[in-house]
């Protein structure tokens, strides 16, 4: 699943206060120059920053002080998708454009992230104006009530095709590109296929992310193939390529949206979901539609706070700041 949050406003960034997941805002983005030495970047190495004890999940404490910008900025998990987002804004493109690179680029850098058989929630602040994209998809129609009796399961299934429902991911992409992006959607993920094809080093906390969840990946042999390096997961600095998904981004940028709800990748998917005992087919496929909604916000220490409305966790965050409105 992926949540992010997206700014272009000819106001002044540093008024701008943002929390979630992967940001890109811009400010007077046309014509905007971004100056940085290259030798800063070689003189940093590993033992730069100090170590670690990655035993645990526990979340990172950054320690780096807050970055501001005039003229635009992107934050990633990534770094190598903040440079592919913050190019975006150097050729000319708005936020909207560097978010949906960035989006990709973390499927393929980090695959346990922005996966295109996931789901999205968007929020959007465009020239003073709020919106917001519920990219979520809903359950297979045949999926209903008795077949959770007839399964035995008490609660949702956490492998396997019983816990998969409808993506919406990729249609929100689209529906978001089509009402405020100004690049062509396939120069944006372009970045993303190439080094998908190529490869890539990964990360030391996404490696550790990647072993923690290698024994759910090791269920199923297509996982294993596609994730897995002689079955382990890669190590911290091993080049990683996924050809396939570089071929599936090309495909989405060449044919849109259909191509993943209504064409050769929706009968692989149903495929593989017929295979496997799912529960997914064509129709749950081509009925699925984003939808745009007001967000709903909680004061928080004198500040508004925006979430998604149901069905995110927007509630649950703003329930705990306070009363939502």
Known sequence: ??????????????????TGGLRAYSNEVLGATFDCDPKFFESLSCNSFPQRNLSTMEPFNSRRAATRARHGMVASSQPLAAQVGLQVLKDGGNAVDAAIAVTAMVNVTEPMMNGLGGDSF????????LHGLNASGRCPQAMTRDTFVNAG?????QVGWGAVS????????????????????ADLIEPAASYAEEGFAVGQKVA???????SKLRLSDHSVQEYLLQGKAPKPGEIFR????????????????????????????????DAGGGYLKLPDLADQRSEWMDPISAMYRGH??????????????????????
């Open 242 to 273: 996924q050809r396939n998904l570089a071929r599936t981004w090309r495909e989405l940028g060449k044919h849109g949206r259909d191509y993943y709800y209504a064409g050769e990748l929706a009968r692989k998917i149903v495929a593989a979901s």
């Open 153 to 157: 399961w008490k609660r949702m299934p």
């Open 122 to 129: 968007i929020l959007v602040h465009w020239r003073g104006q």
């Open 166 to 185: 409808v993506p919406g991911a990729p249609d929100g992409y689209f529906t978001l590109h089509e009402r405020f992006g100004s690049k062509k959607f």
């Open 208 to 214: 550790h992310a990647w072993e923690w969840g290698a």
């Open 304 to 325: 508004r706070i925006v979430e998604m409305p149901p069905n995110g966790q927007g509630p649950v965050s703003a329930l705990l700041r306070g009363e939502y409105s």
């Open 1 to 18: 699943m992926s949540s992010f949050l997206i700014f272009f406003d000819q106001g002044n960034t540093e008024d701008i206060g943002y």
